[in-house]
């Protein structure tokens, strides 16, 4: 058995296997640098506002929604565009949540939300998907840029600051409340809600 592992291991270390091994290895490198380039380049491509209000259903709606609040236009004059909310800046949760919206884009194509009587018909669902990934991960979306340590409660209505500021002092102890609690339609109008009354 010896005898053969070491006929293999002369015929592994021949020259010219090992220059046919570092040739496949550089080919495997150069291959990886432009997969992993292409990839993230794809990646911020669909981050950017044009890309995210280019097809209809979405700058006939919640575009024209987001346009009038204040994550558009602000006395500070900060806009936070669809994936400063809607896309995690992490490498690996941001890749999950392309892989959700290829879903989305499914459905454009599928034509299941290709007028707005057919988005407005999705949006309960549509939101509360968002609510719900939302709730899931602390706001994380909301974190990256308001943080409790940078906000002014002097210059918050008192309803506010009634609520905000124990939460950022440690008094309150929480009951799993986040952001997205107490924040929904912030930036896009209110899904309507059927009653049953």
């Known amino acids: 058995m010896f005898k053969w592992i070491g006929k293999l291991w002369r015929w592994y270390a021949r020259p010219s296997i090992q220059i046919g091994q570092g040739v496949l290895l550089s080919i495997g490198l150069v291959a990886g640098i432009i997969f992993w380039g292409g990839l993230n380049t794809g990646m911020e491509a669909t981050n950017s506002l044009a890309f995210c209000v280019s097809c209809h259903e979405m700058r006939d709606t919640v575009y024209v929604e987001y346009k009038e ?38 459905g454009k194509l599928t034509g299941v939300i290709d007028t707005p009587e057919k988005f407005e018909a999705k949006r309960l669902e549509l939101a509360t998907h968002v609510w719900e990934t939302m709730k899931a991960n602390d706001s994380r979306e909301c974190r990256n840029c308001h943080s409790f340590e940078a906000m002014d409660f002097e210059h918050q209505s ?3 600051r009634d609520k905000m500021e124990p939460v950022a002092t440690g008094e309150y102890l929480g009951d799993g ?5 107490c924040h929904k339609g912030i930036a896009h109008k209110l899904p309507h809600v059927p009653r049953d009354d």
């Open 177 to 181: 409340s986040t952001c997205i609690d």
């Open 69 to 106: 609040s204040s994550h558009y236009r602000n006395a500070s004059g900060v806009r936070a565009i669809c994936s400063d909310c809607h896309v995690p800046h992490e490498w690996g949760p941001k890749v999950v949540r392309k892989i959700q919206a290829s879903g989305e884009l499914w």
């Open 158 to 160: 008192s309803r506010a």
